[in-house]
C-alpha cells in the first residue's frame, strides 16, 4: 500500500473511510488485485496498470461484460466501475479456490470447464468483438513500429497462420460472449460452482477460441482436449476437434506477440520474454507437427 493508492481506495464509496484489511492476490501481470475486507463486505478490487491502449484492453468494456457474465452467473457481480480512479471493485467470491493446470487431471473437471464456458457463450451479448486475426496484426505493427524484441524466426510462420486462418474461415461459427484468456487461474472454485474471472480480453468470438486458448494455457493433452469437446459440444466431432486445436495454435501465435511487447516495455518483474517464448514455441511446433494439414482439412468438413 501506498498513501496514494490509500486516497484512491477512500474514493470508492464502498470502501472509504471505514476499517479495513487489505490482502494483495496473486496474478494478474496486467493489474495489481486486492482483497479488501470491511466490516460491510469483501471486495476484490482491480487496480488497472500497464499501457491499456498498446495492449488492446477497453476498461470500459472490461466493466460492461463483467456485468454480463454475471448475468450469465459465472463472474462475480460488479459493485463499482471508477475508470477516473483506475479501478473495478467485484464481490468477492468466498471460500474459493483458484485452479492451476494440474486441477484439469482431477476427475470431472473438463466437464465442469466446459459447462461454465457453455453458460458464459449463452449469455448476454458483450460489447465489443475479440478477433485474434486482428489483435496479432495490431500486435505485430506495435513491435515494428517500436523496433521491439521478436521471437527469433516469427515471420516465417506467417504464411502457416494465414493458412489456419483461410480453413477456419471456410465453416465460419457464429460470434458468442467470450472471456479469450481463460488460463487455469482465471478459473474459481467455490466448491460448489465453477466462476470465471478477469475480463480485460473479453468480447464476441468463435466459442473454439476460447476452447482452444483454454486448452493452451492450461496445457491439456489430446485425450484432454477430446474431452472438452465432447463435453462441450456434445460429442467430439472431427470438425470440432480440429477447430479448437487450430484456434489454439493462432492463441499462441498471437499472445506471444503479446509477450514481446511486455518484455520490452513492462517496468514489473516478471520474465515476459520468456512468457512469450513458450507460446511461441508452442505455435511453431503445431505450424509443423505432422498432423498440421490434416487439421485444415478436418475444420472445413461437414460432419
Known sequence: MTPELDERLDAVPVLANRPRSIEELPGG?????????????????????????????????????????????????????????????????????TYDNDSFAQPGTVERVADACRKLHEGPRFVGDFDMFDRQDGYLSTVRERRLWLPDGYDSHAEAFQRVRAALEVRPEP???????????????????????????????????????????????????????????????????????????????????????????STLDFDFRDWGLQRYDKAVAGFTGRDFDRLLEDVQRDD
Not at 495489481?32 to 491499456?52: E, H, P, Q, S
Not at 467455490?190 to 473479453?202: M, Q
Not at 474431452?227 to 486445436?245: D, E, M, Q
Request: hydrophobic share 40%; net charge negative; proline share 2%.
Open 175 to 265: 460470434t458468442v460472449p467470450c472471456n479469450n484468456d481463460l488460463l487455469a487461474g482465471n478459473f474459481v472454485d467455490d466448491g460448489t460452482k465453477l466462476w470465471l474471472i478477469d475480463y480485460e480480453y473479453s468480447g464476441n468470438n468463435d466459442a473454439c477460441f476460447e476452447l482452444g486458448n483454454t486448452s493452451t494455457e492450461c496445457d491439456l493433452d489430446t485425450d484432454r482436449i477430446e474431452a472438452l469437446v465432447s463435453a462441450y459440444y456434445g460429442r467430439p466431432t472431427l470438425n470440432k476437434i480440429a477447430r479448437v486445436r487450430l484456434q489454439a495454435m493462432v492463441s499462441e501465435y498471437g499472445w506471444s506477440l503479446w509477450g514481446a511487447i511486455q518484455a520490452s516495455l
Open 29 to 97: 501481470l496486467t493489474n495489481l488485485n486486492l482483497k479488501v475486507t470491511t466490516r460491510d463486505g469483501v471486495y476484490v478490487v482491480r487496480v488497472f496498470r500497464g499501457d491499456a491502449d498498446l495492449l488492446g484492453i477497453d476498461r470500459d468494456a472490461e466493466a460492461h461484460n463483467t456485468r454480463a457474465a454475471a448475468q450469465a452467473g459465472v463472474a462475480a457481480a460488479v459493485v463499482d466501475y471508477r475508470p477516473d480512479l483506475g479501478m473495478l471493485v467485484i464481490d468477492h467470491i468466498a471460500g474459493a479456490t
